[in-house]
């Protein structure tokens, strides 16, 4: 099992940047997938964005081109940049690990979640 921990979360206004970043361990960090999901108040849990043990990555389509996904392999760490934020984008972001190494934008491939950092997005 791995365990995650979510940091970078806070309040930022409309068009602002935020950098998220989750910090893994308790097994090899290159042998799998991982992503990052957010949730609003009565919403469904949704995909922002996942990357691959190798560094492949898959964005949803409402953050194309805003989002960007990493890894850093020396640090066990995997990032979320993020710009231009909109209001509806705020939500608890979670960082998610998979047991495979290929990338999936479902839920419910992923089996280790950390417990989520606040993102908040002022209009």
């Known amino acids: 099992q791995v365990q995650l921990v979510e940091s970078g979360g806070g309040l930022v206004q409309a068009g602002d940047s935020l950098r998220l970043s989750c910090a893994a361990s308790?097994?090899?960090?290159?042998?799998?997938?991982m992503a990052w999901f957010r949730q609003a108040p009565g919403q469904e849990r949704e995909l922002v964005a996942t990357?691959?043990?190798?560094?492949?990555?898959y964005y949803a389509d409402y953050v194309k081109c805003r989002v960007t996904i990493s890894r850093e392999y020396a640090k066990n760490m995997m990032v979320l940049q993020m710009n231009s934020l909109k209001p509806e984008e705020t939500a608890v972001y979670y960082c998610?690990?998979?047991?495979?190494?290929?990338?999936?934008?479902?839920?419910?491939?992923?089996?280790?979640w950390g417990e989520g950092t606040q993102v908040t997005v002022s209009s």
């Open positions: 998610a690990s998979s047991p495979n190494m290929t990338w999936s934008p479902r839920a419910n491939e992923y089996d280790s």
């Open positions: 308790g097994r090899t960090f290159g042998t799998y997938a």
């Open positions: 990357i691959s043990s190798g560094g492949s990555t």
